[in-house]
């Protein structure tokens, strides 16, 4: 290496840029990227570790914070593999009722990435807007669950709470509000002059990379592939609703932010229909006490669509009442290694955040 | 394909856990093969994650492949039993570049090696030098207590059973004392 | 890279001007308050004619949080044990698995979330009696 002209600098974990506790190790000739090394670290709390010392339902409480910004496509996969395991239905009522949380939690989520990509690129008014956005709809789980961020909603078996009174009209209310408030994003930072000089052409990943390497949910539909587990393989009552699957050309930050601005959108419908065709029912079946809850030895694959793509649990029992092992995959695995270090050579510095937020990379569930 | 696949690796061990999913056991040389033949033939193009899960009754590792095809609408469950001593197994890196970062999370974590695999550098444990965490013989409770302490001023916690246990003989003792009471006086009363 | 000139793409962000018209989303937060949703998951409550003393919520606290302790206040009769729980709230997560599994019903969790102390002793908390 020449002296003077490769600097080593890193990025994160304490940049605002950042999406959350990692770094970024970059070499750098000028303002072009030589190498990028990602490394994690900051966070690891041993989830996977913790699940195999607590009976299931006590397990329950932790996995909701393994992936901060969104929480509850992990409780729903917790649950999902729980009752796979040990043969337990759930009744139809419970069913939307989780189709509808996890698509609350998918807009707030989006929202979020609203506030960390136009950030990134120093639209701040556009982040203060879709963060006040989102409190709208963390009031609503604050109603439902007692929860504003971690809901600990989903339990094996059922839903912890019924909807209170009310509840479906004030949801109506929210999703009118966010319809009016999504022309406005499109105007202010999704058409924007400023985000696409800067989005158009950054970060490009092609189709084939795609399939081979394992990258979900926007990667693969910015590449103009149309993949959602929500459709390719249906859970909870998925495949009685009516929603597309939007995909957009080009693999670059801009078409990852126009699939995600029309993935807000079909989540609205989504909760559209789930209001107009919520059933009555029971909402959670009747469960042993958490010493005599016991999971067959068994093991078993369950994954969801989370605001960022596929997020899947590995679950094993061992005939006792605690929890085998339980391994987490989500999407920020693949993302923030084998693409991100690739994606980031020969880019340039102050596109770093740029690329990092349109990936949606979430540190904590990488180390659990 | 179960029939190609039993025929092959003379396993019996095919289950379908659900439409999309299914599991195969095979031996620990064959795994491999089986990875490629499904790649090449049935388009499971996809890696998506390596799993791995540890009976330590039984002294091994169940290590699973999860591949998906290319339409993402089936999924396969590769297993194969490794041995936890010096537990190793060829590295997949060179057909999914994925498969790094992964044998790097499940080297961390359970010391497995992956020979083939050039970048098994610590991940998220700084200079650990404990055993592997997610080993089972890891005990994280003498962890914390080696190395943890409890918040102060915790104490005066009563075992709530003993305690039961305890009132429920006093009472015990205190009404038979009275019973005895009451009799002495009344056999002192009949002396008189 | 080729340049010209967006011209919707510079104009329609102005847009955003007509928000300063508009009411601020935040609210003055010591003269008006928010508004607790009914059942919101915060500091414990536990009513002592109530409480049994059975340790179910010690049992099923997965986070070692609650300590069972002898009490000079008035409980119970029916309190076999003579103890009731007291809550570290550095380990606590509002979980709420302890009230779920409360025979009699007296721990609940209660809408009120706001606690600032200066001693961390105070973290080990005695739930009010209510």
Sequence with gaps: METN????????????????NMSVELDLIGETIQKATTHVGYLHRGFEKLVERRTVIQAFT???RICVPEPDPNEANFAMAVEELAGIEVSERVKYIRVMVLELSRLASQCMWLAGQSGSIGLYAVGQWAIADRDLILDLFEELTGGRVYHMYIYPGGVRRDLPDGFLRRLEKVLNHFKKRLKEYDNIFINNASFKSRAIGVGIVSPEECIKNGYVGQVLRGCGIEADVRKDAPYLVYDQLDFEVPTAQGGDVYAR?????????????????VIDKMPEGEIMVKMPTHRKFKLPKNDTW?????????????MAGDGSEKIRRMQVRGPSLVHAFTLLEDLLVGAELSDVALIMNSLGICPPEIER | ????????????????????LYKVVVQRDAIFELIFMLREQYDYQTLNAITCCDWIEEEHFAITYILTTSDRKQSFMVQTMIGREDAQIDSLTHTFEQAEIMERDLHEMYGIDFPGNQNLVELSLENWVHTPPLRREFDTLEFVNNNLSFREGRDGNMDVKKEMKRLRALKKAQKAAAKKAKEEASEVSDGN | ??????????????????????????IAYP???????VGYRGFHTNLLVDCIGCANCQDVCMNDAIDM????KEYNVKNSSQCIPRIDYGRCCWCSLCTDVCPPDSLKLDEEYLGVTQYASDFLYMPKDK
Excluded at chain 1, 8 to 18: K, L, V
Aim: charged content about 25%.
């Design chain 1, 257 to 273: 932010a126009l699939v995600r601005r029309a993935e807000m959108d079909q989540s609205i419908h989504i909760l559209e229909q």
């Design chain 1, 5 to 20: 002209k490769h600097i080593t600098i890193f990025h994160g974990p304490q940049h605002p840029g950042i999406t959350g």
């Design chain 3, 69 to 72: 302790i002898k009490t000079d």
């Design chain 3, 1 to 26: 890279m080729k340049w010209s000139i967006d011209i919707s793409g510079t104009l329609s962000p102005l847009g955003i001007l007509a928000a300063m018209m508009q009411k601020p989303n935040t």
């Design chain 2, 1 to 20: 394909m179960f029939a190609t696949i039993k025929n092959r690796f003379a396993t019996t061990d095919i289950e379908v856990k659900r439409e999309d």
């Design chain 1, 62 to 64: 932790i996995v909701c």
């Design chain 1, 302 to 314: 369950v994954k969801v669509e989370s605001s960022r793509g596929e997020f899947a649990y590995y």
């Design chain 3, 31 to 37: 003269a008006v308050k928010k508004e607790t949703a």
